[in-house]
């Protein structure tokens, strides 16, 4: 009896260690997921089809749920706004940075409408206040010239939004 109570309780104590450990573990979505939002980022690069940023990027209902439950340092920039000068501000900054991206590309003679490959590094994920969130990145080069693109996201009811990008 003694020796059968020494080797249950480590067994029954690894059991509990594994269901511990499958609570906290995060389900990886797809690395799929994010090829498709860093594909579309890159037409709206190549394009400047900024309809596409529109699907993107949250509307104001969704940005104001995210922010909400968001941990405060990672809303302290977006602080001082309202939510629908957030959704404007967010939405701008993006535009702005695309068309920061195709006039710095022009000087550097890097055509994005001839560019061929593209990469998607594999995004980082973390899990915060109930949002899944992923910061990923693309390389684009043309005949010798590289960009790095770097991207937030934040999953809201199963659909990834653009919540930054720069580079």
Same mark, same amino acid.
């Given at each position: 009896?003694?020796?059968?109570?020494?080797? /249950?309780?480590?067994? *029954? *104590?690894?059991?509990?260690?594994? *269901?511990?450990?499958?609570?906290?573990?995060? /389900?990886?979505?797809?690395? %799929?997921?994010?090829?498709?939002?860093?594909? %579309? =980022?890159?037409?709206?690069?190549?394009?400047?089809?900024?309809? =596409?940023?529109?699907?993107? /990027?949250?509307?104001?209902? =969704?940005?104001?749920?995210?922010?909400?439950?968001?941990?405060?340092?990672?809303?302290?920039?977006?602080?001082?706004?309202?939510?629908?000068?957030?959704? #404007? /501000?967010?939405?701008?900054?993006?535009?702005?940075?695309?068309?920061?991206?195709?006039?710095?590309?022009?000087?550097?003679?890097?055509?994005?409408?001839?560019?061929?490959? =593209?990469?998607?590094?594999?995004?980082?994920?973390? #899990?915060?206040?109930? *949002?899944?969130?992923?910061?990923?990145?693309?390389?684009?080069s043309n005949s010798g010239s590289i960009m790095n693109i770097k991207y937030h996201l934040v999953k809201y009811k199963s659909k990834w939004y653009l919540m930054r990008i720069w580079y």
């Open positions: 009896m003694k020796h059968l109570y020494r080797t /249950t309780l480590p067994v *029954f *104590f690894l059991f509990l260690c594994s *269901f511990a450990l499958q609570a906290n573990h995060d /389900t990886k979505p797809t690395e %799929d997921v994010f090829k498709k939002i860093s594909k %579309d =980022i890159f037409k709206v690069l190549k394009n400047k089809d900024f309809k =596409i940023l529109d699907k993107l /990027t949250p509307d104001r209902a =969704i940005l104001e749920e995210v922010m909400k439950q968001m941990p405060e340092r990672d809303k302290e920039p977006w602080k001082h706004y309202t939510y629908k000068e957030l959704e #404007k /501000t967010i939405n701008n900054a993006i535009k702005k940075q695309v068309k920061r991206l195709h006039d710095e590309s022009k000087i550097n003679s890097a055509d994005f409408s001839k560019i061929r490959f =593209i990469r998607h590094g594999r995004p980082s994920l973390k #899990k915060e206040k109930g *949002f899944e969130q992923a910061e990923g990145n693309i390389t684009i």
